[in-house]
């Protein structure tokens, strides 16, 4: 019903910056966009949400992301983007894009197949 498609990563010296993209296809007219959002999983760790943007402009950070990172809404329909600077060896993960959508009236995840962020010291 929504598929992600993801853009950027790659690898990356301390200090860079890069771009991930992320863009949500609905299949159902009747379905909409709640929030889409970052989770990034490091070997060995759980996963953790990085960066969130909800239909309200509302915005949540993973606290090491703060002041670095930034979530926006991306040019086209139902897609964002994150904008993070200043990157450190520690934000080295694979990222995986996720939306919340209201389909048929209930709220659905989804997620993206992730794309690996590398940050060399």
């Known amino acids: 019903q929504v598929q992600l498609v993801e853009s950027g990563g790659g690898l990356v010296q301390a200090g860079d910056s890069l771009r991930l993209s992320c863009a949500a296809s609905l299949s159902d007219s009747d379905s909409s966009i709640l929030a889409m959002g970052w989770y990034r999983q490091a070997p060995g760790k759980e996963r953790v949400l990085v960066a969130s943007?909800?239909?309200?402009?509302?915005?949540n950070y993973l606290d090491s992301v703060k002041g670095r990172f930034t979530i926006s809404k991306g040019n086209d329909k139902n897609s964002v983007d994150l904008q993070m600077n200043s990157l450190k060896p520690e934000d080295t993960a694979v990222y995986t894009c996720a939306a919340e959508a209201l389909v048929s009236g209930s709220p659905v995840e989804f997620w993206g197949k992730g794309t690996l962020v590398t940050v060399s010291s």
């Open positions: 943007l909800d239909n309200r402009d509302g915005r």
